[in-house]
Nanobody, 121 residues
């Protein structure tokens, strides 16, 4: 079984910073792309940032210049550094990863259970 566990969510004032972490564990042969998604109350889940195995990154326009995604392949971790936070960043943040659990199976997407980020004005 593969698990993704997020941590780092908190209540922070506008303009502040948070760093989210996500740890992958279990039976893992390889990890392809990893990313962060978020879902605000009453809204659909959206992709925030993604990173490939080689380190190429992609961001939604609303967080460019403020958020930075990174990963540690050896530790099977992905991070999201969030600076200059705004109230509209308030959401549950989910980690996702495309993982091959063994050499013989097709990679599939796994999700964490989420961590809550609340930005007060």
């Amino acid at each position: 079984q593969v698990q993704l566990v997020e941590s780092g969510g908190d209540l922070v004032q506008a303009g502040g910073s948070l760093r989210l972490s996500c740890a992958a564990s279990g039976t893992i042969f390889s990890i392809n792309a990893m990313g962060w998604y978020r879902q605000a109350p009453g809204k659909q889940r959206e992709s925030v940032a993604s990173i490939t195995t080689s380190g190429s990154t992609n961001y939604v326009d609303s967080v460019k210049g403020r958020f930075t995604i990174s990963r540690d392949n050896a530790e099977k971790m992905v991070y999201l550094q969030m600076n200059s936070l705004k109230p509209e960043d308030t959401a549950v943040y989910y980690c996702a990863a495309n993982i091959k659990s063994t050499r013989l199976v097709v990679a599939k997407d796994y999700w964490g259970k989420g961590t809550l980020v609340t930005v007060s004005s």
